[in-house]
């Protein structure tokens, strides 16, 4: 998507910055794989140390309500530098709605308070996920979790012409990877219909739970 994108913008296109949270930037070979025949000078790096700025303070009274109780701290509302003060015409929050274990589903405004924030924010908000059950909140895109992400965007961003790109991955009958849907847009619904799509194209729902698990990652 990134590539299809400079290549409609590459007149006015100026900075792409992979949202990465607190992981270890992307290499020069990573970025040549990933989003090809994309010039690396237009390339930022997320410094989730120094770049990060806090747009606003999430009450705390406020997330002990949707967390029922299990936390009452305030919550930083924290972004990279360059998406707050940067000044764009247009923002593009580019990625995937897929499943996430202390978020229910991944994307939207994550994209941007995890994915550019700092690690308090970052940090934070997981546990605030942690607490309230991860086995509550996965494939589920109305949660406590969400919901802080969702005051932080109603009320210190609102004013940022963020517009999100989501994409939905799912197996075919053969089971290969394709896209299974696109969903464009600057609200909430955007996120909630990627999120309904990819709950049926990444789930399989028992009808019963099950007594015993064993999960294995097979090498490559």
């Not at 120094?50 to 303070?57: F, H, M, N, R």
């Not at 936390?71 to 996430?100: E, R, T």
Request: charged share 20%.
């Amino acid at each position: 998507m990134t590539t299809y994108i400079y290549q409609y913008y590459k007149d006015s296109l100026t900075d792409i910055l992979p949202a990465l949270g607190t992981h270890t930037h992307m290499s020069d070979a990573e970025i040549d794989e990933m989003y090809k025949g994309v010039p690396k000078s237009l390339f930022r790096i997320h410094d989730w140390r120094k770049d990060v700025v806090t747009a606003g303070v999430v009450p705390g009274d406020f997330i002990s309500r949707i967390s029922e109780g299990k936390v009452d701290y305030p919550w930083p509302a924290q972004l990279n530098k360059l998406i707050f003060n940067g000044g764009h015409d247009l923002i593009l929050s580019v990625g995937q709605v897929v499943p996430h274990e202390v978020m229910g589903m991944a994307n939207y405004n994550k994209n941007i308070f995890v994915g550019t924030g700092g690690s308090e924010g970052i940090n934070k908000s997981h546990f605030i996920g942690a607490v309230y059950g991860m086995e509550r909140l996965m494939g589920i895109a109305d949660n406590p979790v969400r919901s802080l992400l969702n005051y932080a965007s109603a009320n210190f961003t609102n004013h940022l012409p963020i517009v999100y790109v989501h994409t939905v991955i799912g197996r075919d009958e053969t089971g290969k990877l394709v896209a299974r849907g696109l969903f464009i847009g600057d609200d909430e619904d955007v996120f909630r219909l990627a999120a309904d799509l990819s709950l049926k194209v990444n789930f399989t729902l028992l009808e019963k739970p099950l007594k015993k698990v064993v999960v294995y990652l097979e090498s490559c």
